[in-house]
């Protein structure tokens, strides 16, 4: 966004380096952290009447006028004493100032239910406490078919309602958006469901099994004018979002080649995770996050895909046991994201190719150690539990680098969907986006099916 700024200079200004922005106005804002470190020069701005202080600097245990909101012949203004690239880098502060002066406010609440609670500290539970720590969002309503799931949604948030089914919850009405979490073969009927009641439908990863399904619900979203997108949580991962900011930046060049790998050795995931009738295939799991990552970071499409899968060890459930999806795009770049329940070493996590160097990511797991009277040392691994990775640079010219996860961004797909429907500011997942993923998915499930075939997707 380009925000009216207007550098205000002080004959002497403090020195470039990191400052804390306290944000004044606590209605512009909502669901943004209230203090944002910046590094730049620092000018204390003298407010003349009938001025808005938009943020102050604490130096010396005195707060400093740093943004002001004025008045001109020519529009709202803003009066800056730190430098407008500071703030043109840094998106919190930049979509503050546009709410500030635009007036883009909303102390509204929405009304939020889940359907498919699940089982303990799942994801009915995980979107309850995003919803308790987002200002905008309320949980209100949780739908599971099992007694005891029901019970715990009653004992995690205090005076929900909780309903067998998610025709009983839209008989009673009060439901301004609902976030589906069943197991995917279910998603496209419920969320159907769910935009035919007149509610917003946030579906969980994958938004559907096929592309005609999701051009249905992308086409009875836009009839009933309603939202519909997908909990593509993992876009808000710190280990991708590092990822994204290095590319982005240019450091290994125009990047060519893009590998992600997840899994191990061991039995596949539980419950319907497992069971392709439900799952709708292994693919569908991992592989909506990855190809998602992955078609994030071209920014298209790939063009053509081709997936090999084995089952070789267990034979005790339906999804394959390891898949290779291979993607490349019409420009000669490619992608190749691999899932495994057999492999006894891991490969990297991420491995990215540039003209100009090389980014490798490997996976870490989640170790807790420590001595217990009696027992002394004891390690116990985290199944299925891993840390962000630290990213590995080295270019061509033999020097090399590491990057640490970005900051932790909290719920930023919650944050985005209340900033979205209560403030009209963009959709951070957008429908066709996740169209995109399941149009992959589907492909790629279909080529494994048929032993490898080539599908072109133009």
């Known amino acids: 966004m380009k925000l009216p ?28 952290a209230r203090e944002l470190p910046i590094t730049s020069e620092l000018s204390e701005v003298v407010p003349q009447e009938g001025d808005r202080v938009l943020g102050t600097v604490n130096v010396g245990f005195r707060d400093r006028v740093a943004l002001v909101a004025r ?14 690239t500071a703030i043109e880098s840094n998106s919190q502060l930049s979509t503050y100032l546009d709410r500030a002066i635009t007036g883009r406010r909303s102390a509204d609440t929405l009304s939020v239910g889940v359907i498919g609670y699940g089982p ?28 005891e799931r029901r019970k715990a949604a009653e004992t995690d948030f205090p005076g929900i309602r909780t309903y067998v089914d998610a025709g009983e919850m839209l008989a009673d009405g009060g439901i301004d958006l609902a976030i589906v979490a069943t197991p995917p073969v279910y998603h496209a009927p419920i969320a159907t469901q769910l935009l035919e009641a007149g509610i917003h439908a946030i579906v969980e990863k994958p938004m559907c099994l096929t592309t005609a399904d999701a051009d249905r619900l992308i086409l009875l979203s836009e009839e009933r004018d309603l939202l519909v997108t997908v909990h593509q949580s993992r876009r808000w991962d710190r280990d991708y979002l590092a990822l994204r900011a290095v590319i982005e930046s240019g450091a290994v060049g125009q990047v060519f080649n893009i590998e992600t790998f997840v899994g191990g050795f061991g039995h596949p995931c539980r419950a ?82 540039g003209d100009s160097g090389t980014i490798e990511g490997h996976y870490r797991p989640m170790v807790r150690e420590g001595l217990e009277p009696g027992r002394g040392f004891v390690r116990e691994e985290s199944h299925h539990a891993e840390a962000p990775v630290e990213l590995s640079i080295s270019h061509f010219d033999g020097t090399a680098s590491r990057v640490a996860p970005a900051p932790h961004p909290g719920w930023g797909f919650h944050r985005n969907l209340a900033d979205h429907l209560l403030l009209g500011e963009p959709l951070a997942v ?17 080529s494994a099916a048929e032993g490898g075939t080539v599908i072109d997707l133009d």
């Open 5 to 32: 700024i207007t550098p205000y200079r002080a004959p002497s200004p403090l020195p470039r380096t990191e400052w804390i922005v306290h944000l004044t106005d606590a209605t512009a804002s909502v669901r943004l």
């Open 71 to 84: 008045e001109t012949p020519g529009g709202v203004q803003i009066i800056s004493g730190v430098e407008p």
């Open 120 to 147: 303990f500290g799942g994801m009915g539970y995980s979107h309850g406490l995003a919803c308790s720590e987002t200002p905008g969002l309320e949980l209100v309503a949780a739908v599971d078919p099992s007694d």
């Open 272 to 353: 319907w995770h497992s069971e392709e009738s439900i799952s709708g295939g292994a693919i569908y799991d991992w592989g909506s996050h990855h190809v998602d990552w992955i078609i994030q970071l071209y920014g298209s499409m790939p063009s053509v895909v081709r997936c090999v899968g084995h089952k070789r060890v267990w034979h005790d459930i339906t999804n394959l046991d390891q898949l290779t999806l291979h993607m490349l795009w019409p420009d000669g770049r490619e992608a190749t994201f691999r899932q495994s329940d057999v492999a006894a070493i891991r490969r990297p996590k991420f491995y990215v190719q």
């Open 430 to 446: 957008s429908p066709t986006s996740t169209r995109d993923v399941v149009r992959v998915l589907e492909a790629g499930h279909r």
